[in-house]
């Protein structure tokens, strides 16, 4: 059985840094395409940040330069470390994966994932 599970949100003022975790377990683990998703209330889930079997990464535009997606160690850990938080990344992340191991040419495109976890809340005060 394939899960996700994600943790290390919680509330932080502007300006500050919050880092995500994922753990998969199943077949699957970060040899495949994963990513982190997030989606605030009243608006669609959009993508993050993804990264494929070699460590090729991709970021939303609102998101480069203040975030960095990253594998562990161990095969199946995923890692989202947010720097320079505003308000604007209020919302709830999500750690997602692909049946594959590359993310394709549009690597942020939601429906191309397969897998998703529960989700943690990212609350950024002014």
């Known amino acids: 059985q394939v899960q996700l599970v994600e943790s290390g949100g919680g509330s932080v003022q502007a300006g500050g840094s919050l880092s995500l975790s994922c753990v998969a377990s199943?077949?699957?683990?970060?040899?495949?395409?994963m990513g982190w998703f997030r989606q605030a209330p009243g608006q669609e889930r959009e993508g993050v940040a993804t990264?494929?079997?070699?460590?090729?990464?991709n970021y939303a535009d609102s998101v480069k330069g203040r975030f960095t997606i990253s594998k562990g160690n161990a095969k199946n850990t995923l890692y989202l470390q947010m720097n320079s938080l505003i308000p604007e990344d209020t919302a709830m992340y999500y750690c997602?994966?692909?049946?594959?191991?590359?993310?394709?040419?549009?690597?942020?495109?939601?429906?191309?994932?397969?897998?998703w976890g529960q989700g943690t809340q990212v609350t950024v005060s002014s």
């Open positions: 997602a994966a692909r049946d594959l191991w590359y993310c394709g040419s549009s690597p942020l495109r939601r429906s191309d994932y397969l897998y």
């Open positions: 199943g077949y699957l683990d970060s040899r495949y395409c």
């Open positions: 990264i494929d079997r070699y460590g090729r990464t």
